[in-house]
Nanobody, 130 residues
Framework: QEKLVESGGGSVQAGGSLRLSCGTSSHVLDHACMAWFRQAPGKEREVVAWVDSDGTILDGDSVKGRFTASKDSAEKTLDLEMTNLGPEDSGVYYC????????????????????????WGQGTQVTVSS
């Protein structure tokens, strides 16, 4: 069982920024495919970004140009820098990982489905007010 712990959520005005972190282990950062997801009330869970073990990153369509996912090996975190936030970005943000999906994030190919990730954090709430 891999441990994933999200932090950094909060409330912000539209146009503002937030930085989320997902604390994990070096093993997960180096060997697993990871991803950020979000879920708003009454909506399906939506991918924000996939981050593979080799550093390949694919952004979800709704956040391209505004959100940046990255890995911090020193801090052992998967981070998500969010800028120009709008009310539509509100929701619970989750970090997920699965070593079985390592190598599946490839530009030009369908990324791994949400339901394939086995390990999830508890989520962190992001609220953006207009």
């Amino acid at each position: 069982q891999e441990k994933l712990v999200e932090s950094g959520g909060g409330s912000v005005q539209a146009g503002g920024s937030l930085r989320l972190s997902c604390g994990t282990s070096s093993h997960v950062l180096d060997h697993a495919c990871m991803a950020w997801f979000r879920q708003a009330p009454g909506k399906e869970r939506e991918v924000v970004a996939w981050v593979d073990s080799d550093g390949t990153i694919l952004d979800g369509d709704s956040v391209k140009g505004r959100f940046t996912a990255s890995k911090d090996s020193a801090e052992k975190t998967l981070d998500l820098e969010m800028t120009n936030l709008g009310p539509e970005d509100s929701g619970v943000y989750y970090c997920a990982a699965d070593e079985r999906l390592r190598g599946t994030v490839v530009r030009g190919r369908p990324p791994p489905r949400t339901d394939l990730f086995r390990y999830w954090g508890q989520g962190t709430q992001v609220t953006v007010s207009s």
